[in-house]
């Protein structure tokens, strides 16, 4: 199947600064691309869509001036958790499609991003 | 999306047939049944998808009913590696969200 790739694997920052983490399709051309969140022993929560161009689409509960997501081109999307928390500490997985009209593919999945915010 | 469910947890032997099951019995006619794995601390991987008709790769079998309101996921032959929580999902082939049920937490014992 195709590669989504996510930098970095795991980060550690303080409490109040940014972290930004990025999800590359590598070998194909990513429309949507989706950001998730898991926190330990539950489930993947999709947090926002985004469409190569475009504003993202968050799901609700979730801030969007917390959660800044850019899809500029179509084989990147970075995900920027501002002035982070301890809460915000979490698993987070980016995946993406390649979605144009009649053809659609499956969603892969990169390989997640640890954050621990102390 | 259909809502759907899975047992919370299996256990199957080294070698033998995992048979994962999954009720979507308010799925409609334009919904695909999607599977995804994720072992831990990974990110989920696809494994197979179908509509009505029962589907075949290298990773694994699904056969869905023929009323499609529940399908098996078939791993023939399972292996340690195949511990993992496996997600069956149930959408619009192009909607575009994935929306992660619990799951089944299948483990291989040696």
Redesign the interface.
């Known amino acids: 199947g195709a590669v989504v790739s996510q930098h970095p694997s795991w980060v550690i920052c303080k409490s109040g600064t940014s972290v930004k983490i990025e999800c590359r399709s590598l070998d194909f051309q990513a429309t949507t691309m989706f950001w998730y969140r898991q926190f330990p022993k539950q489930s993947l929560m999709l947090m926002a869509t985004s469409n190569e161009g475009s504003k993202a689409t968050y799901e609700q509960g979730v801030e969007k001036d917390k959660f800044l997501i850019n899809h500029a081109s179509l084989t990147l999307s970075t995900l920027t958790v501002t002035s982070a928390h301890p809460e915000d500490s979490s698993f987070y997985i980016c995946s993406a499609r390649d979605h144009q009209g009649w053809y659609d593919t499956e969603a892969f999945f990169g390989q997640g991003t640890r954050l621990t915010v102390v | 999306d259909a809502k759907t469910t899975q047992p919370p947890s299996m256990d199957c032997a080294e070698g033998r047939a995992a048979n994962l099951p999954c009720n979507h019995s308010t799925i409609s006619g334009n919904e695909y049944v ?1 599977w ?1 794995r ?1 072992i831990h ?6 494994i197979i ?1 179908g509509l009505k008709n029962n589907e075949t790769n290298e990773m694994a079998s699904l056969i869905i009913t023929e009323d499609r309101k529940s399908s098996t996921l078939i791993l023939p032959h399972a292996t340690l590696r195949d511990t993992a929580v496996y ?1 069956c999902i149930v959408r619009v ?2 909607g ?8 089944t937490q299948l483990t291989v014992n040696p």
Do not use: M, V
């Open positions: 999607y995804y994720q601390s990974q990110g989920p991987q696809y998808h997600y082939a192009s575009s969200r994935l929306t992660f049920g619990e799951g």
